[in-house]
C-alpha cells in the first residue's frame, strides 16, 4: 500500500549562535496505511524534530514531506494547516484536556474547530469513546479520569478527524508499566481497525515488540529501521 508519509532526505537545521545544530540529517522514512513504527533513540537524538516535521509544525532546512502524495513544503502556511488538519491526528504526552469539559465534549469541541456539525460529532465521539474502552465514561470530566483513561480521551480525540496519519509523543510517560502496555496495545489496535500510519516516539523500548517496525535515530540521522519479528 502507498505511504501515507514520505520524508525525503529531510534535514532540519535551528541557529544555535554563530554555529548551526543539525536535528535531522537527511532523514529518509515512510509510514504505510494499518501499520505502527516505533521511534526510538537517546534524548537530542532528533525524534521530537522528525514528528514535527512530519507533522507540518516546523518546516525543514532542505528535503520534502509527502503527505498523502503532496509535498507538504511547496505549500503555502494556510494551504499546509488545511493539509494537516484533513491528514493528521497528533497525540502528545500530556493529553491537554480542557477541565471543564467531559470526555465526549472534549472529542466533540475538536471536531467543532474543524467544522463539523454538533450531531454528527456527538455519535462519532460516543463510538470512538467506546472503541477505546470508554463507553462509561463520557459524561465524566479529566479529575474524575485515571492518567491512562485520559490518554485514551486524548487518543479517540486524534481520531475524530478521521487522519491518515497518527503523530503519537512518548504517550506513556505519565503511566505505570500495565497502563503503558495497555495504551501501546490500543495504538496497535486503533492503527488496524482505521488503517492508519502511526510512527510512535518512545523511550520505553520495551513495548517496541508490539510494533510492526523501529527507526532508531542518533545525532539527527536514522541509523536504522527495522521490522519486528512476532
Ligand atoms: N528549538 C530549538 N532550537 C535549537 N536547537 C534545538 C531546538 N529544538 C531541538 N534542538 C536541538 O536539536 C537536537 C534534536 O532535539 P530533539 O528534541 O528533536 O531530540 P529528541 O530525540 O526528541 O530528544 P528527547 O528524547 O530529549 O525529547 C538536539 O541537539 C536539541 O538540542
Sequence with gaps: MTAV????NTTLEYPDGDA????LDS???SARP???TSLAGPSGSGKSSLLAVAATLIRPTSGIVLLDGMDATALSARETAVLRRETIGIIFQQPNLLASLTAVEQLQIAEHLRGGSPKK???RALELLDVVGLAGSAG???????GGQRQ??????ALMGEPKLLLVDEPTAALDHERSEAIVRLLVRV???FKVATVMVTHDTEYIPLTDAVATMRDGRLTALEQVAV
Design 5 to 8: 508519509l514520505n520524508l525525503v
Design 20 to 23: 548551526t545544530v543539525t536535528a
Design 27 to 29: 532523514v529518509n522514512l
Design 34 to 36: 494499518g501499520t505502527i
Design 121 to 123: 460529532s456527538k455519535a
Design 140 to 146: 465524566r470530566r479529566p479529575h474524575q479520569l485515571s
Design 152 to 157: 485514551r480521551v486524548n487518543i479517540a480525540r
Design 191 to 193: 492503527t488496524r481497525e
